[in-house]
């Protein structure tokens, strides 16, 4: 590890600013609830985006009977509980978090919170050692407080952060990019498979089936029949590694799906032969069932299935990725949900019915929208590229290997 600058201040994390410690109001009191203020878990933090993306709000009951845990714009967010001890994300708003995150609000007078913010996320793996060996890791708030860590000279944080933040704004556009021409394609598939408005349908008549009234010349079909579903492999985890070495493959975990792959690799021999590509179709049946994805590579777990389609002429590659999305076959994935701990739906892959179209609208559909998930992967390949160069840089000027305080760097604005 590169030496920092004697200019550096070495310090602790306590002297960036203030730690909150997040709280959880009680769920039976449905008015603390509400729309006013995101409150973020630590599921609602990805590794794809500097910021979260939360499902549940605070109500303005709810700030007052938090009290003093609201965290302002530009704080930053970081996992101390659990198993995703070191997840991290800047708030864009008022904001308050659970118990499991401590919230850093940041005194801007000294330090640059987008600098603090890659401090963190570089400090991550170190802090997650710290935690290891308990049944529920933790890093408690005295703990995390009393973090060492060194930081420049503000007009170097500055430019650090200007550096890093250009890749995380790269990325974050190609993802709204990337849900744009997921949107477009949906609409599509919405519009012609299950309102049945496709071109022509004018002229062809409606007949009732098991499914209610479709098109006298659709088919009700089986996916399973059509298509398999390639379950991955469990290499164990004592063979999971943090980095890639001659002989190994990056390994995707349920977890990964919707989010940044975790990094982890296993040796190739492990994977037999249990490989995704970036076409590739995957779609969870344990853990977190229901996600579907492309773009992802490497060896696969068992709670995933690869979908590989049998006759593309009977169904297409882009019909299908939407058709496992579709509400009528994750409704079919939920109904057959088992288990407690762990979720299971293994067995609803003989369940999965739907109205086939015929093959000449099914081509036509593909040409349409085969280019915007291809244009999509395009984009998922390039912010992949982005997170690599960023994550090579981010060690090196976190730790001043890479000495950036000399150059002349517009470093934007710091927002408030």
Request: some cysteine.
């Amino acid at each position: 590890m590169a030496i920092p600058p004697e200019t550096w201040n070495r310090t602790t994390i306590r002297e960036l600013g203030q730690i909150v410690t997040g709280s959880t109001p009680p769920t039976k009191q449905k008015e603390l609830f509400g729309k006013d203020y995101p409150f973020i878990t630590p599921t609602d933090i990805s590794e794809i985006s500097y910021t979260a993306t939360t499902e549940r709000f605070i109500s303005n009951r709810g700030r007052e009977y938090l009290g003093n845990r609201l965290l302002p714009p530009g704080s930053i967010c970081f996992v101390c509980i659990g198993a995703t001890i070191g997840k991290v994300c800047v708030t864009t708003r008022p904001s308050f978090t659970n118990q499991q995150i401590n919230g850093l609000i940041v005194d801007r007078s000294k330090h640059d919170h987008r600098f603090v913010y890659y401090l963190l996320k570089h400090e991550a793996q170190h802090i997650r050692r710290i935690a290891s060996g308990t049944a529920t890791p933790i890093v408690n708030k005295s703990v995390f407080s009393n973090i060492g860590v060194a930081v420049p000279p503000l007009p170097t944080q500055h430019k650090i952060a200007a550096i890093l933040s250009t890749y995380d704004n790269l990325i974050g556009n190609n993802l709204r990019r990337i849900e744009i021409l997921e949107e477009m394609s949906q609409l599509i598939y919405q519009e012609w498979f299950v309102n049945f408005r496709f071109p022509g349908h004018e002229k062809v008549r409606m007949v009732e089936s098991e499914l209610g009234m479709i098109p006298e010349d659709w088919r009700l079909r089986r996916l399973g029949d059509i298509a398999h579903f390639v379950r991955g492999i469990e290499p164990g985890s004592k063979n999971y590694l943090d980095e890639p070495k001659e002989g190994t493959v990056p390994f995707i975990r349920v977890g990964d799906l919707g989010s940044r792959q975790s990094g982890l690799f296993i040796p190739e021999e492990l994977a037999k032969g249990r490989f995704l590509d970036m076409n590739d179709i995957a779609v969870t049946l344990d853990g977190t069932v229901g996600i579907v994805q492309v773009g992802l590579t490497g060896a696969y777990s068992t709670g995933i299935r690869k979908v590989i389609v049998q006759d593309s002429e009977q169904l297409s590659w882009a019909y299908v990725y939407f058709l496992l999305k579709s509400a009528r076959i994750q409704g079919i994935i939920k109904a057959h949900t088992r288990g407690t701990t762990i979720q299971h739906a293994s067995s609803a892959i003989d369940h999965m019915t739907f109205v086939c179209p015929p093959p000449n609208l099914m081509r036509t559909f593909d040409s349409y929208t085969s280019l915007l998930l291809r244009s999509m992967l395009n984009i998922m390949h390039r912010n992949a590229i982005l997170r690599h160069t960023r994550d090579l840089l981010l060690p090196k000027l976190i730790s001043g290997e890479l000495d950036v305080s000399g150059l002349d760097i517009d470093i934007g604005e710091e927002p408030e």
